[in-house]
């Protein structure tokens, strides 16, 4: 970056402005010009005043009708009324003071006629909306001629995501301040010249007067097409180096052997493979077979069958001689993934037990919390090489877990696993393993594009037939009839030999409502303030009043959660699945995974404070046989609201794919690329659904750009730009496949 542009706001406009601005969170010159307005205002076309919320800090335009100063005589002191209006609805404007000086100053500005932005939290006074003392800018007013004042009156206004302390025009004036001055040679370019010349772009300067100071509409939209394609580059360039980086490592070769394992488990499943399955297996096993490390991302909805896919590759890298690790986000998910793996290889899991296959192999488990003789065993085996397929959680990242010859990672549900996790197995050993991620969360197309721009992706689409689906229903919590109608459903899927989960989003009352247990903070929203909400039901409480029903007379109920031991979570989870209580009440550690056959109704209570993707998770948990499932949503969102839509969006479909859409036209800009993704290091302008085909401009250009100079060392200002743009938090994302 330029020296200007790191220039600080302190040295370019003084202490008071800068202290100001820095409560917005800019401190350099750069960051001011990159504070782009959030809409611009048009005089003459008002801002709608019948949708201004109580409580809500607004920026509005709109023309004064009438101002009047009126003394108190009650209070003492004297007030300044003044009506704007929208043409249609009318706000007030009220000014207090000792004397009526100062509001003469006032009444003189605002002129019955003139337009003004006033901004100021909407406040209610016997039942009008008013602002008061709102800060405000009457148009043309500070201009220095007729001309100019005709000028500014016609020009699109720049209004600013603002704080209170620093309401728009003041940072209009600031920007102008600091971007007036500066010449071509200070801003330099992310956008390589040849390439803005090619796409008819402004330079990087010509578009931050265009955003900032615009002369029409067009103006502004010119700038900021150009600003959202620099985003879309600097992203995906970043994304292009990496995989360039990536493919010039060197893995080792696994390909596939007839007459091995791979076969042999074919020839034992007690289903046929669906077409899914097949095509995605052969995508996985020529990546397996190549010697440049495979990165790939399986997305396949819950209940898609991905573990069969994941095995398949495993055994590919076993009959190749090297090993294969699997990665599970919980040791319930862990333990569960040793059982069902065990079960798919009967005897070819059993190599040197009697009774094993001949080329049999052997699964393990490595867990932090298993005893110490267990642990050692499975240790050994791992890195003695019997132990074909190593199952674990976190505690496989340990430097303690040593290989034979690790060929393949395998990450489950990968959105619970950060970066260094993932590295610090992939830095094992002298060559990198393969790779493969699978998810559940559906990605959209343009997102995956965006923050998984460096993987391949394969996605399995249909799911295995023969499977029920799940009924989705919202329920209104504050109504009891519907409530004991719940419990009463509950009770006829138990009755009928079904198991439920009824799912709470903390575990004890003296838990911090935001406090959900090991749920992902990515996925949580941004929720109303928590003293309008009644407490979060909390999962020991849930149960203990579920017991007291009468609906479930004679029914036992289980509880499970984050705070229990790996063993106490298995025993809860054996005795759900065998029946023994058939209700289980529990937090989101059911998320991700498990599998219980005979479950067939869910109940989430408190259901929109969680994010759409987890409760598609979540839902997944039932309707895993023939049986139909029923999912019962409880909530107090009131309809109309973000959540309700959200909970009704839900609802409406099973395909995760078009929820995984809608989710992201609901969400609010910048949450896309997930939490701690606010600020000044998130996209700023672009947004993944909209702006698709631009982004796939983008990452064509971005290829070639790497292709021409993969180090970007004559592209001083890309690199740049990837760097000061991109780096911490973003970095991250980048990673977090
Ligand atoms: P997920 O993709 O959610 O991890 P799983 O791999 O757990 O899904 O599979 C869900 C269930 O479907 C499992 O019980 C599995 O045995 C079963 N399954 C997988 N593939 C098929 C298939 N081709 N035909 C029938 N059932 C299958
Ligand atoms: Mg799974």
Redesign the pocket.
Known sequence: MSERLEETLKRALGDRTAATLAKLGLTTVGELLRHYPRRYGTPGEFTDIRSLRTGEHVTVMAQVRSATVRTMHSRGGAMLEAIVSDGRDTLQLTFFAKRTGVLRMHEDKLRPGRTGLFTGTVGEYRGKRQLTHPDYLIVGVDAADADEAIYEALRPIPIYPAAASAPTWRIARAVRTVLDPLQEADVPDPIPADLREQRGLPTLLESLRLVHEPEHASDHERGRARLRYEEALVLQTALARRRAEHAALSAVARPARTGGLVDALDARLP????QG?HDVGKEIARDLAADVPMLRLLQ?D???????VALRAMLQVVDAGGQAALLAPTEVLAAQHVRALRALLGPLGDGGMLGGADNATRVVLVTGSQGSRERRAALAEAAGGAAGIIIGTHALLSETVQFADLGLVVVDEQHRFGVEQRDALRSRGERPPHTLVMT?TPIPRTVAMTVFGDLETSVLGER?SGRASTATHLVPAQNPVWIARTWARVREEVDKGGRAYVVCARIDPTEPPDAVDDSDADDRLDLEPAKERPPLAAATEVAAMLAERREFAGVRIGLMHGRLSAEEKDAAMARFASGETPVLVSTTVIEV?V?V?EATAMVVLDADRFGISQLHQLR?RVG?STAPGVCLLVSSAEEGSLAYERLAALAATTDGFELAEKDLELRREGDVLGAGQSGRSSLRLLKVVRDAALIATAREDARKVIDDDPTLERHPALASAIHAWLGGDQEEFLERA
């Open positions: 289903f046929a493979l669906t399955q396949g819950v209940g898609a069958g991905k573990t069969v559940a295995p995974g599998d056959p997944g895993r």
